[in-house]
């Protein structure tokens, strides 16, 4: 089955820890990203990557990193995680690089740092 | 910079009522593509529909429906006898043609369709 799967769906923590979101799809997509939604404004991008060793800031990418290092994952990397990044979390891919395409997105992980 | 706003937060019906989620969109391209995603309140993101700023057609899937019109910047979406099941945050996003384009979306609207 066509999937985009992220790990762990629902995260507690506390401001400094470090963590990581897992994100891995298994439709071959060359373009991957990162967006989070908040209330009141919807969904924003993260981060993006158009291919392996390949990514850049999206719109909110303060205090968040990625890395590429094979196609099918993209992992995001809360270094020192604040209460502001408190949201839940969604990772997309789709087929190339066009917007034409239509993403595809994880379940979403819901994050709460205290 | 793109923009899809989305005026309404909430609208509440009551089950076969008819309701339309409006969407207005801002971009200077004249290449673009507009989407629809429902978010039941199991949290997933359903994609809905796409539509080009070529294509003025208006769809129809089964209860579902889309007027898109360009002159207005409008991309409106109609649910006919809603059901309970269509309960949800619905949100409308605009892609550019680029390469490294992303999803910009709007608020979100949510729906309460009650018996």
């Known amino acids: 089955e066509a999937q985009v799967t992220q790990n762990p769906r629902y995260l507690i923590t506390v401001t400094g820890k470090k963590l990581t979101v897992t994100c891995s799809q298994n439709?071959?997509?060359?373009?991957m990203s990162w967006y989070r939604q908040d209330p009141g404004l919807g969904l924003r991008q993260i981060y993006y990557?158009?291919?392996?060793?390949?990514?850049d800031k999206g719109d909110v990418p303060e205090g968040y990193k990625v890395s590429r290092k094979e196609k099918r994952n993209f992992p995001l990397i809360l270094e020192s995680p604040s209460p502001n990044q408190t949201s839940l979390y969604f990772c997309?891919?789709?087929?190339?690089?066009?917007?034409?395409?239509?993403?595809?997105f994880g379940p979403g992980t819901r994050l709460t740092v205290l | 910079a793109q923009k899809v706003t989305q005026a309404q937060t909430e609208i509440s019906v009551v089950e076969k009522e008819d309701v339309t989620l409006d969407c207005v969109y801002e971009?200077?391209?004249?290449?673009?593509?507009l989407f629809w995603y429902k978010q039941p309140p199991s949290g997933e993101l359903v994609f809905l529909i796409r539509?080009?700023?070529?294509?003025?057609q208006n769809e129809i899937s089964g209860r579902y429906s889309w007027n898109f019109q360009k002159s207005t910047s409008s991309f409106n979406f109609t649910i006919t006898a809603s059901q309970v099941v269509d309960s949800a945050v619905y949100f409308c996003?605009?892609?550019?043609?680029?390469?490294?384009?992303?999803?910009?979306f709007g608020t979100g609207t949510r729906l309460q369709v009650t018996l």
């Open positions: 971009t200077r391209d004249t290449t673009y593509y």
């Open positions: 990557s158009m291919n392996v060793e390949v990514t």
């Open positions: 997309a891919s789709r087929l190339g690089q066009g917007g034409y395409n239509e993403q595809f």
């Open positions: 439709m071959n997509h060359e373009y």
């Open positions: 539509r080009n700023s070529f294509d003025e």
């Open positions: 996003a605009l892609s550019l043609a680029g390469t490294a384009s992303k999803l910009t």
